[in-house]
DNA sequence: ATGAAAGCGCTAACAT
DNA sequence: ATGTTAGCGCTTTCAT
């Protein structure tokens, strides 16, 4: 039974009902440097007596030492990076460092006042996604004196370290396996461009692997807003009405991909066969559909890990560090609704066997 | 062209650029007091080239005033907390006030963790899903001496404020929606209960529903972990398979309600006639099914914002509250896979009409 | 093993 | 309108 203070509890509280100087009590609630059991026992029980809880504000101010690392990322609500952030948090939960969100909604403007906010309560490091930040923004960056990681993206120049995969480059592949599988009437459906760079980048790499093969979109169609399902099972619609002769839709994420590939199947489409469908980002929320829906997996895990051990790693005693990165590589899966392209030839096959 | 600082730049250093006392610059940065548009103009230009950005940590135990709320949620990858963030955000948005999240992964030591570590910033209040703490947290809120507000669920005592929704209640309205529908034999299919309180608290409402009207649940089942979409369909088959004379399947989410109706669509079920499905929570992703599976709308964005409304209205100066509880309402959706209940007589009907 | 003094970078309160 | 002084609650460093 303690009565509810009026003002916070310090150090000095614990110190006087302890009978302890306020800097063993310090050392005790930090585990460092030599304290008798005794002393440490008196002192953990006061601070419990009294549910003291240590003012860290203080004690970065003091010390110059923050445990934060400031995360900031476009979105929560569109499941790729609440993956990236399960990730970051898996490796922090190993050290003494805690991940803080900061959200941008694809704008270069937000972006430039969290990093702002964020900084000002001096981080140890900084993970934000893309490659893409205002002029203001990059200058902070580079003079926060703190490890920066990019993730998501390696097509550009980073800060300091990097992390990701090339967007412009899973879209050229994802463009050669449609092309080798051998369709070739291609339409394309995704979010608004401008706020979204890497979906941006997926696009161009899409569109000049066909442009390399000699066929050039069909179609496209460009949403934003609104549930993503139902989006896709609209454009799809609105799309398979307009130009019924396609037999490939390419899909920027995986959640228009499913609204699409609902409908086609209820139309009775012959899947993959007569029209082939490709999303992007191996969200295995979708994994229930009755056809598993072509797609390629961002590394969205495995980009939040590499990019958290890169700021654990610099933020040992000493480290040193700079300018990494790690590029991962994607890969198709196939699923059920894009044909496998036919085996290429092997280097000595027996043709005659 | 700056050179990057080795030593975070301070207030002196835009002091000294400037020309002003450190007094003055802080009142600029701070848009406070009465500064002459000559020297703010200097000062600004003087932090502008500099780069500086202001140290939070210092300003914050000078004036003993954190702009940042806690907000301590289970889980970002279950769709329903990013939408009750999106409530905080929009109405924090408009305050000096900012959001940050901590994750407790439905683990109550984890939630104690989790608070301990937040409240060591002095947020200016806190938001914390669920009214079940462990008896530490509970007194670390009571005595933290700001504004607390409980959300989701309002089954229970609330600490300070609470906001939410009676997840028993929403139970029984989904079992007596049923009832009256005129179906009878019911299978349910949910989460592992001792992890969600409000899960398990709809399940209770909804058993005591059915007994009521002398209805025993005929099947039920429980699942943790994996995509919900297939567990869904997986749980959905196993039960049809071992209980096949159901003709109501309740599920304590969308998500693995989604993939049961899925699959029982496949299966060309006659939905609603024959079989009934609900799930729960309103998740607007699933409009874009075949079928527009009955939910009940748990309120996530309403109650994001009335908690931050809360929290924002005892922030400002000498603001007096407490023990504030919001009650809402949430309302069946019956989709297509309820049937409506009869018209209930009308209190004046002309029955010969 | 413990304590005393100084100061982290700001802002409140009080000058002027 | 601007400056001065004295902390905020800790931790660092140096004594003992």
Not at 124 to 136: N, R, Y
Not at 164 to 176: D, F, K, L, N, V
Not at 210 to 236: H, P, Q
Not at 278 to 291: E, H, I, S, T, Y
Request: with cysteine.
């Amino acid at each position: 039974m303690t009565i509810p203070p009026r003002r916070p509890l310090t150090l000095r509280d614990v110190s006087e009902a302890s009978g302890v100087s306020e800097m063993t009590v310090s050392r005790v609630l930090r585990n460092r440097g030599d304290v008798s059991d005794k002393t440490r026992a008196r002192v953990l029980d006061a601070a419990k007596a009294l549910g003291y809880v240590p003012n860290k504000i203080a004690g970065a101010l003091a010390s110059q030492r923050v445990n934060l690392v400031a995360v900031i990322i476009p979105s929560m609500s569109n499941m790729v990076f609440p993956e990236v952030m399960m990730g970051i948090s898996e490796v922090l939960d190993d050290t003494e460092l805690q991940p803080v969100v900061g959200l941008t909604h694809y704008r270069a403007e937000r972006e430039e006042a969290v990093l702002y906010e964020m900084l000002s309560w001096r981080p140890a490091g900084v993970i934000l996604a893309g490659l893409e930040h205002t002029d203001a923004a990059r200058a902070m960056l580079a003079n926060a004196g703190i490890p920066i990681v990019e993730i998501m993206d390696v097509d550009g120049e980073p800060v300091d370290a990097m992390v990701g995969i090339s967007h412009r480059r899973a879209g050229r592949t994802m463009g050669e396996a449609i092309v080798q599988a051998g369709y070739s009437r291609v339409g394309f459906m995704g979010t608004k461009m401008p706020l979204d760079h890497r979906a941006r980048k997926r696009f161009e790499g899409f569109t000049q692997a066909l442009a390399r093969a000699g066929i050039e979109m069909a179609d496209r169609e460009f949403y934003a807003g609104g549930s993503a399902l139902v989006k896709g099972r609209e454009m799809t619609a609105a799309m398979m009405d307009r130009t019924p002769e396609l037999d490939f839709l390419y899909y920027s994420n995986d959640m228009i991909g499913a609204g699409g590939l609902l409908y086609c199947l209820e139309r009775g489409c012959d899947i993959p066969d007569s029209l082939g469908l490709a999303g992007f980002n191996g969200v295995n929320l979708l994994r229930g559909l009755p056809k598993h829906l072509a797609t390629m997996d961002a590394c969205r895990h495995e980009i939040g890990r590499r990019a958290a051990e890169i700021i654990a790693a610099r933020t040992i005693q000493g480290a040193q560090g700079g300018g990494e990165v790690v590029v991962l590589e994607p890969e198709i899966t196939f699923g059920d609704t894009l044909r496998r392209p036919p085996d290429p030839p092997l280097p000595f096959a027996e043709v005659d066997a």
